[in-house]
């Protein structure tokens, strides 16, 4: 990330000279942080426990996060207070329903290691 900044700056300085906009030079930016991401053969090598997702509280604000998007943020959060519950490698993140009601609520499984969405589903 600083070797990304230092390059960010020096881009700019240069960049002043040649009208780069400020969107293209953060473009390439984005596109050298993707390249050196592929590269990476852990999410976070530094961390010794090797999990980006190491909570409950982070897994369920993922499964808000995608949840929301996939299926509208007013309905999803009406399906709180979510539940997380890690089965193996994975957290698997579902809603609440009010007593009485009848349906189901989003689901997502997350695999802690990377946080990768493996799964997302709503309930009938």
Known sequence: MRGFLVGMVCFALHGTASAVSEG???EQGAAQEVREALQQKEPLPWKKDGRVVPTAEVAKAIHRAVAGAAYGKAEVDKEQPFRAIRSGKYWVVFGSLP??????TAVTVIRASDGRVMRIIHGQ
């Open 24 to 26: 293209e030079i953060y």
């Open 99 to 104: 007593n009485g009601s009848f349906g189901g």
